[in-house]
Structure formats: structure tokens, C-alpha cells
């Protein structure tokens, strides 16, 4: 069973910087990519930044040269380095695992998503 375990969120004053980790478990053989999405109450859940498999970065405007996603390949984790960060970055941080395969021969991909890690930046 694929999982996603995240670490690293907490308060922290705004101009400051939080580090986000997800690791990933469970016997997928590849994957797309890995994001973060962030919700904050009574909104949507959006998408942050991803990196793909070959480890292509991508990330929203708000976010750029702010955030830096990074990834481990050897241990299926996927880190999110936030500095400068804004009140309008409070949100639930959740990992994304896109597309991933459960053996060699599936024809088909799942996406999996982690519990959530809260973070809250006051003004």
C-alpha cells in the first residue's frame, strides 16, 4: 500500500523559512511526478510546486524565488524549502504522489496524497 508521510510544518513569523518533507512508501515502480498543494480553509486545494520523475521543477508565480522543491530519488521523498514566507501562505500542505505504477506492466497510474502538514506564518 503506497504512502505518503509528511513532516515540517509549523508557526513561524512572516520573513521566515520552513523546510517540508514527504517521504513515499509502498512498492510503486515509477511516477510522474511529486508536488505540493496547499489548501486554506474554505478554499480549494492548489497546487504549489511539482518535480517531475528526471527531476524537472515547476512552481506557481506566488511561490517563485520563495520556494525551491527538491527531491531525494534514492529514498521517494520530496522536500519543499520555503523562505520569505507571507501570512498569505498559511495553508494545509499536502503531498502529492502523480501517476505512479504498481508494477512494471500496469497500463494504469494512481495518485496518492499524504495526511498534511499545517502551516501558519503570522504578520
Known amino acids: 500500500q503506497v504512502q505518503l508521510v509528511e513532516s515540517g510544518g509549523g508557526l513561524v513569523q512572516a520573513g521566515g523559512s520552513l523546510r517540508l518533507s514527504c517521504s513515499a512508501s509502498g512498492g510503486f515502480v515509477s511516477f510522474q511526478s511529486m508536488a505540493w498543494y496547499r489548501q486554506a480553509p474554505g478554499k480549494q486545494r492548489d497546487l504549489v510546486a511539482s518535480?517531475?520523475?528526471?527531476?524537472?521543477?515547476n512552481y506557481i508565480d506566488a511561490v517563485k524565488d520563495r520556494f525551491t522543491i527538491s527531491r531525494d530519488a534514492a529514498k521517494n521523498a520530496v522536500f519543499l524549502q520555503m523562505n520569505s514566507l507571507k501570512p498569505e501562505d498559511t495553508a494545509g500542505y499536502y503531498c502529492?504522489?502523480?501517476?505512479?505504477?504498481?508494477?512494471?506492466?500496469?497500463?494504469?497510474?494512481?495518485?496518492?496524497w499524504g495526511q498534511g502538514t499545517q502551516v501558519t506564518v503570522s504578520s
Open positions: 518535480i517531475t520523475s528526471d527531476g524537472s521543477p
Open positions: 502529492n504522489l502523480r501517476n505512479a505504477r504498481l508494477s512494471p506492466v500496469s497500463t494504469r497510474g494512481y495518485d496518492y
